[in-house]
């Protein structure tokens, strides 16, 4: 059973609009969460956090909504670059059920057409 | 600064071989992890370690095994490959197992042929 589902598999934005990529989680002891970034060839690189106490986190071109009682997080990039292009993970930070790893998503490939 | 390594980059495997891929980290982090990466299955979760000398399993550990003598480095065995085997594998690290900002390693190509 997936606990963090990220259901868009692709997604196609023009530059200089916004693009947003969604993630949704089942368990409610998630409480923080994070959003990387991968380029091919490469390794995922942390991009953005928020934790359940806050409902949004910006960084630059970068925000990150929460919505817990949607159990639904969104990441919003303005304007999109066309060096945004790359896979981009959901992971929850199960830090309420102890010491265990981030739990991923399966990611959204972003591409951003110039 | 290296961060984190892994070796080698790519390898080809014959089916019912033994493997070890090798990370290191030079971050003094407490935790590292490997992962596993497959086309439309995203990042997976084979093992993981919180601090040296310890280890646990992850959500695909069946066909792998870890160990962490100490802090800088956390082999991943394959005893005997096969072709479901063939990923892309990452390693990654954090400063604690509640400080999830996690580093990553360039990635693991392993072919099983």
Known sequence: DQQVKQNSPSLSVQEGRISILNCDYTNSMFDYFLWYKKYPAEGPTFLISISSIKDKNEDGRFTVFLNKSAKHLSLHIVPSQPGDSAVYFCAADPRGIGNTPLVFGKGTRLSVIA | ?113
């Open chain 2, 1 to 113: 600064i290296a961060g984190i390594t892994q070796a080698p980059t790519s390898q080809i495997l014959a089916a019912g071989r033994r493997m070890t891929l090798r990370c290191t980290q030079d971050m003094r982090h407490n935790a590292m992890y490997w992962y596993r990466q497959d086309l439309g299955l995203g990042l997976r979760l084979i093992h993981y370690s919180n601090t040296a000398g310890t280890t646990g399993k992850g959500e695909v550990p069946d066909g792998y095994s870890v160990s962490r003598a100490n802090t800088d480095d956390f082999p991943l065995t394959l005893a005997s490959a096969v072709p479901s085997q063939t990923s892309v594998y990452f390693c990654a690290s954090s400063k604690t197992a509640t400080n999830t900002e996690a580093f990553f390693g360039q990635g693991t190509r392993l072919t099983v042929v």
